[in-house]
């Protein structure tokens, strides 16, 4: 879903910058969130 909201304000010219930059970190939260439950799940 993070990953559809950042595609589509990246596309979309008029959504702001700041908006483009929450999307970008929300993303990369939800990535770093990933990755985190992996390791645990595979321990």
């Known amino acids: ?3 559809t909201q950042e595609n ?3 596309l979309d010219g008029s959504v702001p910058l700041d908006q483009r ?3 970008t970190e929300k993303l990369d939260k939800c990535r770093k969130e990933k990755e ?3 390791t645990k799940y595979n321990e």
């Open 1 to 3: 879903m993070a990953e």
């Open 8 to 10: 589509n304000s990246k």
């Open 21 to 23: 930059a929450k999307a």
């Open 36 to 38: 985190a439950a992996k």
